[in-house]
C-alpha cells in the first residue's frame, strides 16, 4: 500500500509541475 501511495503522489506532483509549466509559459508567450 505504501509503495501505491508513493507512485500516486509522485504522479499528483508531476500533473501539477505539467500545469505550473503551461501557466508560466503562458505568461512568457503574453509578454
Known amino acids: ?3 501505491i ?3 500516486d ?3 499528483e ?3 501539477a ?3 505550473d509549466i503551461d501557466i508560466a ?3 512568457i ?3
Request: net charge negative.
Open 25 to 27: 509559459f503562458s505568461k
Open 29 to 31: 508567450h503574453r509578454v
Open 5 to 7: 501511495n508513493e507512485l
Open 9 to 11: 503522489n509522485s504522479e
Open 1 to 3: 500500500n505504501d509503495d
Open 17 to 19: 509541475n505539467e500545469e
Open 13 to 15: 506532483i508531476s500533473l
